[in-house]
């Protein structure tokens, strides 16, 4: 049974320092309250995995708690690049970033992989590409069938993963709906999770699509009503794309960034 | 035809013309999406687009600003999940076209979104990577490319195959295994270009109405090569112009 408990208790008891953790949002439902929190608790040495690192990232990233990214398309959606990804991978600012570099359709399949318990997952993928010369992860295999070449890429079992959701009922059962990307199989392949929701409600009502994660396959929920902003939440609010185009000047400039985690963090400059 | 237009606004509208009526089209986000929403509101109704964040068969009112836009999710026949976008999709070769950007391309097509630089560990430029581009590009049935022509771009050989086209020339594709037919065509804002018959090496088929052949040579990184029946793209129609502008102020 998931507990109901506060974030920033959540993140306390759920994140460790050097845990794998997977914050996971396709552009909508990104859990970025969360990831705040887990800045001002100061984890340090995390592998932070996501297909589409993206903002909350980038401050992740530019804060120091990462020591490693997996990740399939690390970008400022709709805006550019991310400066402060660009500036740990260039310029090793603040620390070293080790990267672990995939597609989606390779990402995708290693959290299915993960979530179905088996140790690996087949595509047939990245031919040609160099990526496979890069990313141990990437390994061939043949179709003990047809002997056809084949991609094996490993599971994905993160320490904890966390995703935002629409709502969950006081036992901690989770319903979300819209773009749920990989959403599911994040929380399904974890050793623990956290999902941060707009709202709890006394009764789920049944929605056409919807994505349910039963309360038992949950550790934690926390109620953090806005919790994906500037992301979305489809039926609470829309993308602030104003934050999005911000947020390149903010992470653009090293000082700039600096006074923006100070306030983040409530530290006098 | 009279109207003033910008080498932009031709190549949204030779992107667009390239995608015809009842296909599917694997979309990507910026020039790609432009296009394609365009053709759907100009000369393509049935066209069925796809996003890479589970939205099949979106209808989008207004280009969307990201991939997982929520006016996609909105207008879509179906929002799925994305592991099943590339595993039931994708994958087993049910879409026509897959619609890319770049920022590098190199002669035979292959696309770099990944490093610039030849060192992948020490990079000049560390670019956002593949996303869902490098299965796009083996699964289509055929993938269109769109980018603005200049020689920082278009470059002899990538620094990095993000996404395999011809590889190193015609039969690689097949050598490889790989199933969809690759880029065949390229369009620009001087031109298109579509990879030869015999070589499978990108050859400029078509220049924009008032680009010179020199500026288009000038604008290529490698040793331009160009068709014999070298034409014209016609120019935009009102009709065209008209509908792209309505389609970018909605978006504004």
Same mark, same amino acid.
């Given at each position: 049974?998931?507990?109901? $408990?506060?974030?920033?208790?959540?993140?306390?008891?759920?994140?460790?320092?050097?845990?794998?953790?997977?914050?996971?949002?396709?552009?909508? $439902? %990104?859990?970025?309250?969360?990831?705040?929190?887990?800045?001002?608790?100061?984890?340090?040495?995390? !592998?932070?995995?996501?297909?589409?690192?993206?903002?909350?990232?980038?401050?992740?990233?530019?804060?120091?708690?990462?020591?490693?990214?997996?990740?399939?398309?690390?970008?400022?959606?709709?805006?550019?690049? =991310?400066?402060?990804?660009?500036?740990?991978?260039?310029?090793?600012?603040?620390?070293?970033?080790?990267?672990?570099?995939?597609?989606?359709?390779?990402?995708?399949? @290693? #959290?299915?992989?993960?979530?179905?318990?088996?140790?690996?997952?087949?595509?047939?993928? #990245?031919?040609?590409?160099?990526?496979?010369?890069?990313?141990?992860?990437?390994?061939?295999?043949?179709?003990?069938? !047809?002997?056809?070449? $084949?991609?094996?890429?490993?599971? =994905?079992?993160?320490?904890?993963?966390?995703?935002?959701?629409?709502?969950?009922?006081?036992?901690?059962?989770?319903?979300?709906?819209?773009?749920?990307?990989?959403?599911?199989?994040?929380?399904?392949?974890?050793?623990?999770?956290?999902? !941060?929701?707009?709202? %709890?409600?006394?009764?789920?009502?049944?929605?056409?699509?919807?994505?349910? $994660?039963?309360?038992?396959?949950?550790?934690?929920?926390?109620?953090?009503?806005?919790?994906?902003?500037?992301?979305?939440?489809?039926?609470? #609010?829309?993308?602030?794309?104003?934050? #999005?185009?911000?947020?390149?000047?903010?992470? @653009?400039?090293?000082?700039?960034?600096?006074?923006?985690?100070?306030?983040?963090?409530?530290?006098?400059? | 035809?009279?109207?003033?237009?910008?080498?932009?606004?031709?190549?949204?509208?030779?992107?667009?013309?390239?995608?015809?009526? /009842?296909?599917?089209?694997?979309?990507?986000?910026?020039?790609?999406?432009?296009?394609?929403?365009?053709?759907?509101?100009?000369?393509?109704?049935?066209?069925?687009?796809?996003?890479?964040?589970?939205?099949?068969?979106?209808?989008?009112?207004?280009?969307?600003?990201?991939?997982?836009?929520?006016?996609?999710?909105?207008?879509?026949?179906?929002?799925?999940?994305?592991?099943?976008?590339?595993?039931?999709? +994708?994958?087993?070769?049910?879409?026509?076209?897959?619609?890319?950007?770049?920022?590098?391309?190199?002669?035979?097509?292959?696309?770099?979104?990944?490093?610039?630089?030849?060192?992948?560990?020490?990079?000049?430029?560390?670019?956002? /990577?593949?996303?869902?581009?490098?299965?796009?590009?083996? *699964?289509?049935?055929?993938?269109?490319?769109?980018?603005?022509?200049?020689?920082?771009?278009?470059?002899?050989?990538?620094?990095?195959?993000?996404?395999?086209?011809? /590889?190193?020339?015609?039969?690689?594709?097949?050598?490889?295994? +790989?199933?969809?037919?690759?880029?065949? +065509?390229?369009?620009?804002?001087? /031109?298109?270009?579509?990879?030869?018959?015999?070589?499978?090496?990108?050859?400029?088929?078509?220049?924009?109405?008032?680009?010179?052949?020199? *500026?288009?040579?000038?604008?290529?990184?490698?040793?331009?090569?160009?068709?014999?029946?070298?034409?014209?793209?016609?120019?935009?129609?009102?009709?065209?112009?008209?509908?792209?502008?309505? +389609?970018?102020?909605? *978006?504004?």
């Amino acid at each position: 049974m998931a507990e109901l $408990l506060s974030l920033e208790e959540a993140v306390a008891r759920l994140v460790h320092d050097g845990d794998t953790v997977a914050l996971e949002g396709f552009t909508h $439902l %990104i859990p970025v309250a969360a990831g705040q929190e887990i800045i001002r608790q100061r984890r340090r040495d995390l !592998t932070l995995v996501r297909m589409t690192p993206d903002i909350v990232y980038d401050q992740l990233i530019g804060a120091g708690c990462a020591r490693k990214l997996i990740f399939s398309w690390g970008g400022n959606p709709g805006v550019g690049s =991310l400066h402060r990804f660009r500036d740990a991978v260039q310029h090793h600012w603040p620390v070293p970033l080790e990267i672990e570099e995939h597609s989606h359709a390779g990402m995708a399949n @290693r #959290y299915v992989a993960g979530a179905s318990g088996l140790p690996f997952a087949v595509l047939r993928g #990245y031919t040609g590409t160099d990526l496979p010369a890069q990313t141990a992860t990437i390994k061939p295999i043949t179709c003990p069938f !047809t002997g056809e070449q $084949l991609t094996a890429v490993p599971a =994905l079992n993160p320490d904890v993963s966390i995703v935002h959701a629409q709502r969950a009922d006081r036992a901690g059962n989770v319903q979300m709906w819209g773009i749920t990307g990989v959403q599911k199989e994040a929380v399904l392949a974890a050793k623990r999770s956290l999902v !941060t929701v707009e709202e %709890i409600v006394d009764e789920l009502e049944p929605r056409p699509g919807a994505v349910v $994660l039963p309360a038992w396959v949950v550790t934690a929920v926390a109620e953090v009503p806005g919790g994906a902003k500037p992301s979305y939440a489809a039926g609470y #609010y829309e993308r602030d794309n104003a934050a #999005y185009q911000a947020w390149d000047e903010i992470g @653009r400039d090293r000082e700039e960034f600096t006074k923006w985690l100070n306030e983040l963090t409530g530290v006098k400059a | 035809m009279s109207a003033e237009y910008t080498a932009d606004e031709m190549m949204s509208v030779a992107a667009a013309r390239a995608l015809g009526d /009842g296909m599917s089209c694997f979309v990507g986000i910026g020039l790609p999406s432009k296009a394609a929403n365009l053709a759907r509101r100009a000369h393509a109704p049935n066209l069925t687009l796809i996003y890479e964040s589970g939205c099949l068969g979106a209808k989008p009112s207004r280009l969307p600003l990201s991939i997982g836009d929520g006016e996609l999710a909105d207008t879509a026949d179906a929002v799925i999940s994305v592991p099943e976008v590339f595993n039931y999709w +994708l994958q087993p070769g049910r879409i026509d076209v897959g619609f890319l950007g770049a920022a590098q391309l190199d002669k035979f097509g292959n696309i770099n979104t990944t490093v610039i630089g030849s060192d992948y560990h020490d990079p000049k430029v560390r670019l956002p /990577g593949a996303g869902g581009a490098p299965e796009i590009a083996a *699964s289509c049935g055929e993938v269109f490319i769109v980018l603005r022509q200049n020689p920082r771009a278009f470059v002899e050989k990538v620094d990095f195959v993000t996404s395999f086209g011809h /590889g190193t020339g015609k039969g690689d594709r097949e050598r490889l295994g +790989l199933r969809g037919r690759g880029p065949t +065509l390229v369009v620009t804002d001087l /031109g298109l270009l579509r990879p030869d018959p015999e070589t499978a090496e990108l050859t400029l088929t078509e220049l924009h109405p008032g680009v010179d052949l020199e *500026s288009a040579i000038a604008a290529t990184g490698w040793s331009l090569k160009v068709s014999d029946s070298l034409s014209t793209t016609p120019a935009p129609t009102d009709r065209e112009l008209t509908v792209l502008r309505d +389609l970018e102020k909605a *978006s504004a």
